[in-house]
């Protein structure tokens, strides 16, 4: 296991350095950052050029990359346009993104699975269909309708929570959000749950179970649900980085300063030491949430182990 992970780890340095090269290549190419800072206004040659360079500009595009990977190393993500060190946006941004994502996770997860199985266990049943039929509903919404008629519905019609965040986040105020955030990736967990439950039922070690006259909750906790998640396990690695990243749309409708927003103000402005810095932290978090995914394989199916 010790050997498979320090593997992993080795193979994820030149993911890690192509991903944040087209990162930084693609941002880099939006446009030209010193003249988004001045707006409709031409800046002042002389002033353009010391601004360039001491943001490191004027140099080739592949110079200023190095130069970008030498500062992460000493854990310098460089500072925004406006004079504010990236870093600290993300000691504000991420903690309410990372609250807000297991508030996202924990629903996904829990109210997914359970439909899934229950879905899977009755395929073709009153229940079955009516689980279909809603995932499918959940999908075909865009998150901007279903989150604006929630946040109307539950917190400004019924009054049940706040229809904004404040800017500490607590979790309770996270709740509504979260849901709204989730709602996509339940639809998803549950038809994939619901898919390999209807497979493995049928499956050679189900009917040796069943053969033995082990008890039906046994059969389906220990059993069935566990070589059933793998499929979802590998869903859910993958949207984790997905919802920290993706949760532009649900900020901007409950007023969360997380990193979604953030990202949206740093490509609204062309702000790219921003816009690169949130970023490449968040192809870390997709590199270790996959690594994750990968080892909890072993323990979720007996089979599968790792030299």
């Known amino acids: 296991m010790g050997r498979y992970v320090i593997r992993r780890l080795l193979q994820m340095i030149p993911v890690f350095i192509g991903s944040t090269f087209l990162i930084f290549f693609m941002v880099y190419a939006l446009g030209d950052?010193?003249?988004a800072l001045f707006g409709d206004k031409a800046p002042d040659p002389a002033t353009a050029a010391r601004i360039r360079a001491d943001l490191y500009l004027d140099e080739p595009l592949w110079k200023q990359y190095l130069h970008y990977m030498g500062q992460i190393v000493t854990g310098d993500f460089?500072?925004?346009?406006?004079?504010?060190?990236?870093?600290?946006?993300?000691?504000?941004?991420?903690?309410?993104?990372?609250?807000?994502?297991?508030v996202a996770l924990l629903f996904e997860i829990l109210l997914g699975i359970v439909l899934g199985v229950l879905s899977g266990l009755r395929r073709g049943r009153s229940v079955d269909t009516t689980v279909?039929?809603?995932?499918?509903?959940?999908?075909?919404?865009?998150?901007?309708?279903?989150?604006?008629?929630?946040?109307?519905?539950?917190g400004v019609k019924w009054e049940a929570v706040s229809p904004s965040v404040s800017p500490a986040a607590p979790f309770d105020e996270l709740i509504l959000p979260g849901v709204v955030l989730a709602l996509t990736s339940l639809a998803y967990v549950t038809r994939l749950t619901r898919t390999s439950i209807a497979e493995n039922s049928?499956?050679?070690y189900i009917?040796?179970?069943?053969?033995?006259?082990?008890?039906?909750?046994?059969?389906?906790?220990?059993?069935?649900?566990?070589?059933?998640?793998?499929?979802?396990?590998?869903?859910i690695g993958t949207d984790i980085g997905a919802l920290m990243g993706g949760a532009i749309v649900t900020e901007r409708i409950f007023n969360i300063h997380g990193v979604g927003y953030q990202l949206?103000?740093?490509?609204?402005?062309q702000n790219s030491p921003t816009v690169v810095g949130f970023v490449t932290i968040l192809v870390i978090v997709f590199l270790l949430a996959n690594l994750l995914v990968d080892l909890l394989y072993a323990v979720l199916d007996p089979r599968i182990r790792y030299a």
């Open 33 to 35: 950052p010193v003249a």
């Open 264 to 269: 949206y103000q740093g490509i609204l402005r």
């Open 207 to 235: 009917r040796t179970a069943v053969a033995k006259g082990l008890p039906r909750r046994r059969i389906v906790t220990r059993h069935l649900l566990r070589n059933s998640l793998i499929p979802v396990i590998t869903f």
């Open 132 to 154: 279909l039929l809603l995932t499918l509903v959940v999908v075909s919404i865009p998150t901007f309708v279903s989150g604006y008629v929630l946040q109307f519905l539950v």
């Open 202 to 204: 049928r499956a050679d």
């Open 78 to 102: 460089g500072t925004a346009f406006n004079g504010q060190r990236v870093t600290e946006l993300m000691a504000d941004a991420f903690p309410v993104t990372l609250r807000l994502t297991v």
